[in-house]
């Protein structure tokens, strides 16, 4: 168990809809970091946040948006869904958002299909 | 900008055999180097990093990767495989300038045979 915690674990909606994915942090951690893996793209950085303010920017589609609340805690929004946007999307953690080789950790996932 | 390749989508081998999972990166500035694995239906689980140091790195269950700097090559072995080491890893670099986010290689999957 890493501590980082992501809710819901699986997800099916249809075209053009919107859903939110959260994550709750480890303990202690300050930035939260948003990944999707799907077959053809792999595992792609999309966006991440540090004590509230977004830190960096990755391949994240004009469709979708994040935020972290004063709690930590952060949310995946995804709108006007296509069927590629079906996928694995990760949340994870790390206790500063400098590099310094510090730990990144990795929730569970939330496996969101389109149809 | 850094990338990172994996040689070899899916590797096979037998149980107790030596594990060897190839990653080379390329990266304008010395990078940290991560191996990370992924069993079926779960997270990422860090196996091992290189930040700074020692240029031979041990990690969890036994797995241990070298940074070699004249190559920009970080391989993941095991000396002896083990059927529980049958999942998906990923090799990962990071930066400690700009974005400071992962970027990950296209990952191997490792099956082990009996």
């Known amino acids: 168990d890493s501590g980082v915690t992501q809710t819901p674990k699986h997800l099916i909606t249809a075209t053009g809809q919107r859903v939110t994915l959260r994550c709750s942090p480890r303990?202690?951690?300050?930035?939260v970091y948003w990944y999707q893996q799907s077959l053809d793209q792999g595992l792609q950085f999309l966006i991440q946040?540090?004590?509230?303010?977004?830190?960096a920017k990755g391949n994240i589609l004009e469709r979708f948006s994040a935020q972290q609340f004063p709690d930590l805690h952060s949310e995946l929004n995804l709108s006007s869904l296509e069927l590629g946007d079906s996928a694995l999307y990760f949340c994870a953690s790390s206790v500063m958002g400098q590099g310094s080789g510090n730990t990144i950790y990795f929730g569970e996932g939330s496996w969101l299909t389109v149809v | 900008a850094q990338s990172v390749t994996q040689l070899g989508s899916h590797v096979s081998v037998s149980e107790g055999a030596l594990v060897l999972l190839r990653c080379n990166y390329s990266s304008s500035v010395p990078p940290y180097l991560f191996w990370y694995v992924q069993y079926p239906n779960q997270g990422l689980q860090l196996l091992l990093k290189?930040?700074?140091?020692?240029?031979l790195v041990k990690g969890i269950n036994g797995f241990e990767a070298e940074f070699k700097k004249s190559e920009t090559s970080f391989h993941l072995t095991k000396p002896s495989a083990h059927m529980s080491d049958a999942a998906e890893y990923f090799c990962a670099v990071m930066l400690d300038t700009g974005r400071r986010a992962l970027t990950f290689g296209s990952g191997t999957r490792l099956q082990v045979q009996p």
């Open positions: 946040y540090y004590n509230g303010e977004e830190r």
């Open positions: 290189y930040t700074t140091g020692a240029t």
């Open positions: 303990s202690g951690d300050l930035s």
